[in-house]
């Protein structure tokens, strides 16, 4: 017996739609981008802030080599010139009013006026100047300076004379034209004092054999007696560089007291004092020496060392 099975005809399975893509504009994307937008910005303005800083700098520094290489000669002049005037004067009322009369040329409207009593005609004494002396020139603000000076003036009264020396700082104004005037009174000062500094000293030779210090010395005292009167081009010989000039001078060598030597590599410092007789003055000069030497063919001075 035959069964006969009937199958039902598959059914095609519909195609499933893909979804059609949808691309999000949102916030995030929007807040990277102002992100690196504003880290651009920073670093832009970190490099100019650099570049300007520099410049900055630079003019600062020389706003500075200017001001230490100012050209003090105008005003040393000026001063001198009415350091003259000012102590000077002579007991005669004609040559008074001549004084004041040259201080017009130095001096404020104001100041001129403050010192029209300073010497009066009933004084008995004269005044002559003898020795000006200027310490120091400085800036004390724009365009303004102060100047520190000595003066040696010989007071006369009668058949009288006495030497008087005083230290005194006054201030004046330049103008951009280059001209001057006095714009404060010198006042009482006190003048620079020694100060207390000693160089430093070679204390012993070192590292320098007794033979290499016999031919150091037997080379300077050589080089010596000639140094005074020895030209330019014989120097050479002893020499390099002109470190040492011709000085033409009418001394005798008398010796050599204190040599130390110290060796420095391939050279020799050396520190010495020679001892000269002055023809003309009769008198000894002591010339103190740092001296750098290297033997070549022979030995020579190379170099002026540190004081």
């Known amino acids: 017996m035959k069964i006969k099975i009937e199958r039902e005809p598959k059914q095609k399975k519909a195609k499933k739609q893909k979804a059609p893509k949808v691309t999000h504009i949102g916030t995030r994307k929007k807040g990277v981008m102002a992100l690196w937008i504003l880290l651009a910005c920073s670093l832009l303005f970190a490099i100019y802030k650099n570049f300007t800083g520099i410049d900055q700098h630079t003019v600062h520094e020389q706003k500075v080599i200017e001001e230490t290489t100012q050209d003090t000669k105008g005003i040393e002049s000026f001063v001198y010139n009415f350091i003259q005037n000012y102590y000077s004067w002579e007991n005669d009322s004609e040559a008074l009013d001549k004084r004041q009369v040259e201080l017009q040329n130095y001096l404020t409207d104001e100041l001129q006026e403050l010192n029209s009593d300073t010497v009066r005609s009933d004084i008995p004494t004269s005044s002559e100047v003898k020795?000006?002396?200027?310490?120091?020139?400085?800036?004390?603000?724009?365009?303004?300076?102060?100047?520190?000076?000595?003066?040696?003036?010989?007071?006369?009264?009668?058949?009288?004379?006495?030497?008087?020396?005083?230290?005194?700082?006054?201030?004046?104004?330049?103008?951009?034209?280059?001209?001057?005037v006095i714009v404060k009174n010198p006042v009482p000062w006190t003048a620079p004092q020694k100060a207390s500094f000693e160089p430093k000293q070679l204390k012993e030779s070192q590292g320098?054999?007794?033979?290499?210090?016999?031919?150091?010395?037997?080379?300077?005292?050589?080089?010596f007696k000639l140094y005074p009167q020895a030209t330019q081009e014989e120097l050479d010989y002893y020499v390099n560089d002109q470190v040492l000039p011709a000085i033409d001078k009418d001394y005798q060598f008398s010796e050599i007291t204190?040599?130390?030597?110290?060796?420095?590599?391939?050279?020799?410092?050396?520190?010495?004092?020679?001892?000269?007789?002055?023809?003309?003055?009769?008198?000894?000069?002591v010339a103190q020496y740092n001296l750098v030497l290297q033997k070549g063919e022979n030995w020579k001075i190379v170099a002026i060392g540190e004081n």
């Open 258 to 285: 204190q040599p130390v030597f110290q060796k420095d590599g391939k050279q020799i410092k050396a520190q010495l004092v020679v001892h000269y007789l002055d023809e003309e003055s009769k008198s000894t000069v």
């Open 208 to 223: 320098v054999s007794a033979k290499t210090q016999e031919e150091l010395l037997e080379f300077l005292e050589t080089f």
């Open 131 to 180: 020795r000006v002396q200027i310490w120091r020139v400085q800036p004390e603000a724009k365009r303004t300076f102060s100047v520190i000076y000595t003066v040696d003036q010989e007071v006369s009264e009668d058949d009288d004379k006495e030497t008087l020396s005083n230290t005194y700082r006054l201030t004046l104004y330049q103008a951009q034209t280059g001209n001057f």
